[in-house]
């Protein structure tokens, strides 16, 4: 008995190192899922309220994971402190420009997806590796493929979906463009999705 419960502590353990072991694995993989998909289905997050929710999200994960002293995973390169500090420059500029542009409103809508962009390259800069790198690409292939799959879905079952936005206004047409509400955005997301993951796959299997 007492080698029994022996064994099951050590698998239990043993279980516990894997799954810890993979969480790093996990956590990039839904970096690359979650906001591709979430940003999909809001309509290809062209909604500055839309972009700046995401956007915000970013930031309160890379303070919290900077005070958990979880992040940054690994040392930040010079390349991408330059990046960040380019990437602030122009934030800053945009915001300047509020002072004498011709609407202040999409200036500031503009530093709002400036900032977002740099909550997420922040994140990037301080979450991933280049070993962790294809752990990001298959979650966001993940996410363009059940996009793929949400487009055809609302051709099929229709009664499933929100109402075409665009129909009411052009039209019906033979065109998927559930759920970025624009045909064209739609086919070029895909195509970018499958051939960021076809290169990945290829390169890891030596192919």
Request: hydrophobic share 50%; with cysteine; proline share 4%.
């Amino acid at each position: 008995m007492e080698a029994l419960a022996s064994l099951e502590g050590a698998r239990a353990g043993s279980l516990a190192l894997t799954a810890r072991a993979r969480l790093p694995a996990i956590g990039v993989f839904t970096l690359g899922f979650a906001p591709v998909l979430y940003l999909a289905l809001e309509g290809g997050g062209y909604d500055p309220v839309v972009y700046s929710q995401a956007g915000l999200a970013a930031w309160w994960i890379v303070l919290c994971g900077v005070l958990c002293g979880v992040l940054p995973a690994e040392r930040i390169p010079r390349a991408g402190w330059l990046l960040l500090g380019v990437l602030l420059a122009y934030a800053a500029w945009t915001a300047l420009g509020t002072g004498w542009s011709s609407s202040a409103e999409r200036s500031v809508a503009e530093l709002g997806r400036v900032s977002a962009y740099g909550g997420f390259f922040v994140l990037g800069l301080c979450a991933l590796s280049a070993a962790r790198l294809r752990h990001l690409v298959n979650g966001v292939a993940c996410a363009v493929g059940i996009v793929g799959l949400l487009a055809v879905l609302s051709r099929l079952r229709p009664q499933w979906f929100p109402a075409d936005e665009v129909a009411v206004f052009f039209g019906h047409s033979s065109r998927l463009d559930y759920p970025l509400n624009y045909a064209d955005g739609l086919g070029e997301f895909l195509a970018i999705g499958d051939r960021k993951s076809t290169r990945l796959n290829s390169s890891h299997l030596g192919i």
